[in-house]
């Protein structure tokens, strides 16, 4: 289910997500955006490894985003940043 904006200042955040290789991630990284407080809409596409999320910055943050992400088990290729990038696929499912 799709968040409910609180104000009408919504802010768009895409993502370079890391680790996603089937539609078991996809769905896993989509669940975990929607469940956030202030998400209005989440779409993840898979093949280029992005998620667009729109939402309120009065209930939730860029930071928080990330974080579901993570939580989720996937990473964030995040330009000029280097860290671990997490190997094969998060959902668990072999790949």
């Known amino acids: ?20 290789t089937c539609g078991s991630c996809q769905r896993r990284v989509e669940d975990a955006l ?10 993840v596409d898979l093949e ?6 729109r939402y309120d910055p009065a209930t939730t943050s860029p930071a928080a985003v990330a974080a579901a992400v993570r939580r989720a088990g996937y990473g964030l290729d995040i330009p000029g940043r280097s860290g671990p990038t997490p190997r094969g696929c998060g959902c668990g499912c072999g790949h």
């Open 1 to 20: 289910m799709e968040g409910t904006m609180t104000t009408g200042a919504a802010r768009t955040l895409t993502l370079d997500i890391t680790g996603m």
């Open 34 to 43: 929607r469940a956030l407080p202030g998400v209005d809409r989440v779409v």
């Open 48 to 53: 280029p490894g992005t998620a667009e999320v």
